[in-house]
């Protein structure tokens, strides 16, 4: 069975957003740190789309949880 590998590149594109890595560093910047009371898909700057598209895949722990998991590391460093 093949597993899809999502990174973080594929996950902005997934989203819509910019995916190139210097517009992802960017976006983490601009949205860091993310408040610790805060789940990620919470957060105020995302659409409801994708909000529920990362709400969803967390909770079904799918494919795109581990990009998703990195994605939330990363706006809370």
Do not use: K, Y
Request: proline letters at 5%; charged letters at 25%.
């Amino acid at each position: 069975m093949d597993f899809p590998n999502h990174d973080l590149q594929a996950l902005f594109a997934q989203l819509g957003l910019a995916d190139e890595p210097a517009q992802i560093a960017h976006f983490i910047d601009q949205h860091s740190p993310l408040q610790q009371d805060v789940r990620l898909a919470d957060a105020s700057f995302w659409s409801p789309a994708q909000a529920a598209f990362l709400r969803e895949e967390l909770l079904e722990d799918a494919d795109w949880a581990e990009a998703i998991d990195e994605l939330d590391t990363c706006l809370r460093a």
